[in-house]
């Protein structure tokens, strides 16, 4: 008998295939960031995992803190089963003993998948987001064509959206002195880049609004508290969604991936692995990218996909062709003392 392909399998035979041993289990505890975010995996992953396997499916939402998650596995008091963290957080997690390794070999095949979904044992690239510059279109005659704009405050005055962290902005920074995106990485890491990068922040400083949830850039924009903002561009899409006018601008951003792990110690550790090997199937990801403007990881999916939501996705070629994948290894290996010297720049 031939053997189909995990890939070519409904959601529905999925789950069936996956309900055998997970009766047993009383719930899954599946953690994600919230807002609109955690809409859309309700819909396309959440509810119908639920209604396929029989497993009850709790979810809760975090900021990213991997202390949380820390705590738990040094206690060894494992609470939480799946958890979606920041692609930054990946290597760090994994090195540190505080996520499981995982054995997705039955039901992932690398090749069904974009490359940078299936880098870590430890992680599953759970979706593609992007740090974009927005606007509201209702309040800008002109609108802006990237960085140097967001930096032009003659020509557009008032406040501007940042998210409070040297994340993303150090990279924005550059682009708007002049550095082409090919070579931000590489202006960052040689002497004298980050100074260049923290020069220019500072003209751009009195004129700064900052925001740490990223449900506020979109409400910044859509009172007209701020006339630009960086923001994620699933935000932007969820505001977009209730009839609020804001528009993306595509050149310039920065990409990168969420991951779906397990935390070390998880009672649940293979229920687990059926959960992200459901979340990440091309139908389920085709419910999610319609729900959200984040981009599928399974190729796949992409090919369900209509033209409209396609153009609103980080992964679309028009909207990826001058955009740049935030370098895990450079704030792996420089987060910690950027984001201290960010914090003490705010400061001043």
């Known amino acids: 008998m031939k053997r189909l392909s995990p890939a070519l399998l409904s959601p529905l035979a999925l789950g069936m295939l996956f309900s055998v041993g997970a009766a047993s289990a009383a719930e899954l505890t599946v953690v994600n960031f919230g807002g609109a975010n955690a809409n859309a995996q309700k819909v396309a992953y959440v509810e ?54 995982l054995d997705l070999s039955k039901t992932i095949k690398k090749d069904d998948y974009i490359p940078e979904a299936t880098v870590s044992e430890c992680g599953m690239g759970a979706f593609v987001w992007s740090t974009v510059l927005a606007y509201n279109a209702d309040k800008l005659k002109t609108a802006p064509t990237g960085w140097a704009d967001f930096w032009d405050v003659k020509k557009y005055p008032g406040k501007r959206g940042m998210k409070k962290s040297a994340q993303f902005n150090l990279e924005f920074a550059l682009m708007a002195d002049g550095v082409p995106t090919k070579d931000v990485y590489k202006v960052l890491s040689e002497k004298g880049g980050v100074d260049r990068a923290f020069k220019k922040l500072d003209q751009l400083k009195p004129y700064i609004q900052w925001w740490d949830a990223g449900a506020l850039p979109a409400q910044f924009l859509a009172s007209g508290d701020v006339v630009m903002a960086n923001a994620f561009n699933g935000r932007i899409d969820a505001a977009q969604r209730e009839g609020k006018n804001l528009k993306v601008v595509w050149a310039g951003s920065v990409y990168t991936l969420d991951y779906w792990v397990i935390p070390k110690g998880s009672p649940n550790k293979a229920l687990g692995e059926k959960f992200i090997s459901y979340a990440s199937q091309p139908e389920t990801q085709k419910t999610y990218a319609n729900n959200i403007a984040y981009g599928p990881v399974n190729k796949g999916a992409l090919k369900l996909l209509d033209a409209k939501t396609l153009g609103n996705l980080p992964t679309s070629t028009a909207n990826a062709k001058d955009s740049i994948q935030l370098s895990l290894q450079f704030w792996t290996d420089h987060g910690e003392e950027l984001e201290q010297r960010f914090s003490a720049w705010v400061a001043k």
């Open 48 to 101: 119908p995992f639920q209604k396929s396997t029989g497993t009850k499916v709790v979810t809760a939402e975090f900021n990213g803190e991997l202390a949380k998650v820390k705590a738990m596995v040094e206690a060894k008091k494992v609470s939480w089963d799946v958890v979606e963290i920041d692609g930054g957080d990946l290597n760090r997690a994994c090195d540190d003993g505080l996520i499981e390794k």
